[in-house]
């Protein structure tokens, strides 16, 4: 029995709750979904907002499930189920949002959404991408490592780990 509608903390859209059956049951019914836009999965999710279902007593992802349905088996294990639309922690479905990726192309497609955890959206950042730049010019200008340390709170090592492109790599090639 459904009890009554939330809004979801995560991603605000409204989220039912259900039995198991339910969600599977509204999965199988979107299979062949070619509605505009994203398909937002409308029962729980996850804190990083990919919905998620039980299965068989497992948990797991209903847009992992959804991409099985159509293209079948991951190829591998490790191959995990990518979006094309970058919505994702926004609970999408659509069927044609979703194909088999390797860890490496689906981050690739993180990058490209904006969505990476990486930079200063990585929690444990010391600096902004604009400071990140600006120890990369300092240094190229041959400003003594340990003064770019000292102007921006950071040791040493982190200075070169940045000027040498082993963190905020992409700012290297971009520059």
């Not at 039980?54 to 294990?77: D, F, L, N, Q, S």
């Not at 990726?101 to 993180?110: F, H, K």
């Not at 991408?129 to 600006?134: D, L």
Request: proline letters at 3%.
């Amino acid at each position: 029995m459904a009890k009554a509608a939330k809004r979801s903390a995560v991603n605000g859209q409204t989220e039912r709750r259900a039995s198991p059956g339910a969600l599977l049951a509204w999965l199988k019914a979107h299979v062949g979904w070619k509605g505009d836009g994203c398909l937002t999965f409308p029962f729980g999710c996850n804190s990083a907002g990919y919905g998620q279902i039980r299965v068989g007593g497992r948990k797991g992802y209903a847009h992992r499930w959804m991409c099985e349905a159509i293209h079948g088996p991951a190829p591998t294990p490790e191959h995990e189920a990518a979006h094309s639309c970058g919505k994702g922690h926004e609970a999408c479905v659509h069927p044609d949002h979703l194909r088999w990726a390797t860890g490496q192309e689906n981050m690739a497609d993180r990058v490209q959404h904006g969505t990476a955890n990486r930079g200063e959206r990585q929690g444990l950042s010391k600096l902004t991408e604009a400071q990140a730049r600006e120890v990369i010019r300092l240094h190229r200008q041959g400003v003594a490592i340990g003064l770019i340390a000292a102007q921006f709170g950071i040791c040493k090592s982190n200075v070169s780990i940045i000027a040498n492109g082993k963190s905020w790599a992409w700012l290297q090639e971009a520059a």
